[in-house]
């Protein structure tokens, strides 16, 4: 049976490389040729995804079962399927379309590999503040090694959305709050899926969702309704989209939220206008899951049947989870409601990814046990998990040089995170196991650190489930005592405190982000009876947590580290490494300032006054608790002798020494911004245009050279119309959004 399969195997895979696969006829010629072959189902049937019998990562349509899933896989109607991994398993459905479909076509394995699969590296927005693009680049790099191995060939990952709003769940899955730095993380992210070969066996197709505004879910409500002006959208919305294209993105998401009162999936504008046309995208658009389906929730069509017509018009390639194209395209094109020509654009878009994947000449080419086996979870895998783990932590505060930990203290360690070996997996962990982050405890231990643990309290009562709603410990404080008594008979405390891994990801948005159930109280409970207190915290999203910022001396943000967490964690508090993050997004003091971010437009009424009649609360500051680009090292750098210069083009070189001037070796992320005074359109206080992360030796000095070309000094118009334009500019050099030193510049012309 064995042999007459692998016979059967070379048979197909012969007739691939002849009639399909990469050879010297181009691949367009190619796409054409086989779509001349194909019947109206069939083509229809790619533009079909299909999830996995087993699994969801969202609602569970009613429609569908897996009998009549199965029949389609043989016929030819479905493109892709989802979440269904492993090699056994994805071999089993590839070949019931290679081997019982007419054409054979092969299908595509799309998964939600966010950061890692078995082996998880850090939540996105943690890698963001590690502000290394290679160290992301090359996590993205593993996490298709990872998946590949085990069947998938395209995962529905990097999310660049830009997001102010921390209240929404998702913005653990981003890269914060800046177009600047979220474009060049999303070129990173996809280089490192991709790779510089699609077609090689350990390399995956990458999606940049979603297209376009979800970051802007109103009231940072999850799935609520988007509203976006187009200067807005254009401009800070856009640009890691448009870098993500422009890096070869080969599909793009589309959106659950509305863009101008069109549901995104249903917005021409979005996914033809700008995607297709202006940016001459050459990948797919598949839809999220059951947007199409929505659009008629929305109340913008009225069933599924219009939903189909409008989404495929609108540039909607593929249909996940709604059943429209499968039910409706064939009947709206026999009504001549749609063209034949929409269904072959999309179509041949799908097949292209396809051939570019390789899957036409080995369709079982991600399927191999060795590799499979191999490669999940292992030693290199692990020690790059830890590399950029570390690089993620963000020390926010330091009174007294309390952290680094001193030889002989006598420590103590408080809270239920602490001993949590599955919060650190944050809430994509895909193909990881429940219990293998690496606990801050243990990371204590392998590093031979003596400590007490009490936990203090239980953060969530039960085991909870992905699909389920986290229910925070309010009432049991039974730990408390034991705690106190613990932190009081040592000389300094690790407090570890923050969110459940299942708190922050999708669907988990929240109106109050201060530490949730009986942390604070335990927190100030801890404080009253020790001063030395190190609070270490994890979390999805920015927390507002003013109280600790005033009373606690010393935080460490460690977001959700992934399966090195604790040990990442261990080495930054014992100083083995020193702490290199900065803050990708900004920390509010309270939730009333949200949306709080630091690239604003200046107001009317920005300056203090001595009356009422300015921009302000009566309430609370307008400061941030922590500003973007906000971190602090174990050694201090100072920063001198900036020097800006322009020339006749309107090019602008800067420069700016920085010396470490402490006592041990540390990394500074040197950060540019812009700001261009006056303009036709009021352009923000702030632009980050520039970064680098250097590395200094104890006394050493570097001088920090920028470069900024025009580009980098315009802005889009409402209309999308890039323009750059002359006069007074600001450029700042320093450590964060706020700490930054400032040179004014005239420029008078570009040429
Ligand atoms: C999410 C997408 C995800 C998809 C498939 C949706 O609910 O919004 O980001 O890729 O599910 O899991």
């Known amino acids: 049976?064995?042999?007459?399969?692998?016979?059967?195997?070379?048979?197909?895979?012969?007739?691939?490389?002849?009639?399909?696969?990469?050879?010297?006829?181009?691949?367009?010629?190619?796409?054409?040729?086989?779509?001349?072959?194909?019947?109206?189902?069939?083509?229809?049937?790619?533009?079909?995804?299909?999830?996995?019998?087993?699994?969801?990562?969202?609602?569970?349509?009613?429609?569908?079962?897996?009998?009549?899933?199965?029949?389609?896989?043989?016929?030819?109607?479905?493109?892709?399927?989802?979440?269904?991994?492993?090699?056994?398993?994805?071999?089993?459905?590839?070949?019931?379309?290679?081997?019982?479909?007419?054409?054979?076509i092969p299908l595509l394995f799309g998964s939600d590999v966010i950061h890692g699969y078995k082996t998880l590296a850090p939540i996105p927005l943690a890698e963001s503040a590690s502000w290394d693009l290679e160290a992301i680049k090359n996590s993205a790099r593993i996490a298709a090694i990872e998946a590949s191995a085990t069947g998938i060939n395209w995962t529905f990952a990097p999310m660049v959305d830009i997001s102010r709003d921390p209240r929404w769940g998702r913005v653990m899955e981003g890269g914060g709050e800046d177009p600047f730095l979220g474009s060049a993380i999303a070129k990173a992210r996809i280089n490192g899926f991709q790779g510089s070969d699609l077609s090689a066996n350990n390399t995956i197709a990458a999606t940049a969702k979603h297209f376009a505004g979800y970051g802007w879910s109103e009231s940072g409500r999850e799935y609520n309704t988007t509203s976006v002006d187009d200067y807005t959208l254009y401009n800070v919305i856009l640009p890691p989209f448009k870098a993500a294209v422009d890096s070869d993105v080969q599909t793009v998401m589309n959106s659950f939220g509305l863009y101008n009162g069109i549901p995104a999936t249903g917005s021409s504008k979005l996914q033809r206008d700008i995607l297709k046309d202006r940016w001459n995208f050459e990948g797919f658009v598949i839809s999220d899951w059951a947007s199409i389906k929505e659009m008629t929730l929305h109340g913008h069509t009225v069933d599924l049947k219009e939903a189909a017509?409008?989404?495929?018009?609108?540039?909607?390639?593929?249909?996940?989870?709604?059943?429209?194209?499968?039910?409706?395209?064939?009947?709206?094109?026999?009504?001549?409601?749609?063209?034949?020509?929409?269904?072959?654009?999309?179509?041949?878009?799908?097949?292209?990814?396809?051939?570019?994947?390789?899957?036409?000449?080995?369709?079982?080419?991600?399927?191999?046990?060795?590799?499979?086996?191999?490669?999940?979870?292992?030693?290199?895998?692990?020690?790059?998990?830890?590399?950029?783990?570390?690089?993620?932590?963000?020390?926010?505060?330091?009174?007294?040089?309390?952290l680094p930990l001193q030889k002989g203290n006598k420590i103590a360690v408080i809270g239920d995170l602490a001993d949590d070996k599955t919060s650190p997996l944050g809430s994509w962990r895909i193909g990881s196991d429940d219990e293998t982050a690496i606990s801050v405890l243990e990371g204590l231990d392998n590093l031979n650190i003596d400590y007490n643990y009490s936990r203090g309290c239980k953060l969530v009562e039960g085991k909870v489930e992905f699909t389920q709603e986290v229910i925070v410990n309010t009432t049991d404080k039974t730990g408390f005592e034991e705690a106190k008594s613990v932190a009081e008979n040592s000389d300094i405390v690790i407090v570890v405190l923050g969110e459940h891994g299942f708190m922050s990801g999708e669907a988990r948005s929240r109106t109050d982000i201060s530490l949730p159930g009986l942390q604070q109280e335990l927190l100030e409970e801890i404080r009253s009876v020790n001063s030395n207190v190190v609070l270490v915290l994890m979390n999805g999203r920015p927390l507002a947590i003013p109280w600790a910022e005033k009373n606690i001396p010393a935080i460490v943000e460690t977001w959700q580290l992934g399966s090195q967490s604790g040990n990442a964690i261990a080495e930054v508090l014992t100083g083995k490494y020193n702490p290199s993050g900065k803050l990708p997004m900004t920390f509010p003091r309270s939730v009333g300032q949200i949306p709080i971010y630091y690239n604003q437009f200046s107001t009317g009424r920005q300056e203090k006054e001595s009356h009422v009649f300015w921009s302000h609360y009566i309430d609370e500051e307008n400061t941030p608790l922590w500003p973007f680009g906000y971190g602090l090292s174990y050694t201090e750098f100072e920063y001198s002798n900036m020097s800006v210069k322009t020339n006749n083009n309107g090019e602008v070189s800067a420069s700016i020494s920085l010396k470490n001037a402490g006592s041990s070796t540390g990394e500074e992320v040197v950060q540019l911004y812009i700001q261009d005074i006056k303009s036709s359109y009021v352009r923000p206080v702030k632009e980050l245009k520039g970064f680098k992360k250097v590395s200094l030796a104890p006394g050493e000095t570097q001088v920090i050279n920028f470069s900024l070309a025009k580009e980098q000094l315009g802005y889009y118009t409402p209309e999308g119309k890039f323009v750059s334009e002359t006069g007074e500019f600001n450029i700042m050099i320093g450590t964060n959004s706020q700490k930054l030193s400032t040179t004014k510049i005239n420029i008078a012309s570009f040429n």
């Not at 696969?21 to 086989?34: A, C, E, R, Y």
């Not at 189902?41 to 009549?68: H, L, R």
């Not at 495929?312 to 026999?334: N, P, R």
């Open 1 to 104: 049976m064995a042999s007459k399969n692998y016979i059967l195997l070379l048979v197909s895979s012969l007739i691939y490389s002849i009639t399909l696969g990469q050879s010297s006829i181009g691949m367009d010629n190619k796409v054409t040729h086989l779509l001349s072959q194909m019947t109206l189902e069939e083509k229809i049937g790619q533009m079909n995804q299909y999830n996995g019998f087993w699994e969801v990562t969202g609602p569970t349509p009613k429609e569908g079962n897996a009998k009549e899933k199965y029949e389609h896989l043989k016929k030819g109607w479905v493109g892709s399927v989802l979440n269904v991994r492993g090699v056994e398993n994805v071999r089993k459905l590839q070949e019931i379309v290679v081997n019982e479909s007419r054409l054979g």
């Open 309 to 402: 017509e409008k989404a495929a018009i609108a540039g909607s390639d593929m249909d996940m989870e709604s059943y429209a194209y499968i039910k409706h395209l064939k009947e709206l094109v026999q009504e001549g409601k749609i063209s034949e020509k929409l269904i072959d654009e999309a179509v041949s878009r799908i097949l292209k990814v396809k051939f570019r994947l390789g899957l036409f000449e080995d369709p079982y080419k991600y399927c191999n046990e060795t590799r499979e086996q191999n490669l999940l979870y292992n030693e290199v895998h692990q020690k790059a998990a830890l590399d950029i783990a570390k690089k993620s932590i963000v020390l926010l505060k330091n009174d007294n040089n309390l």
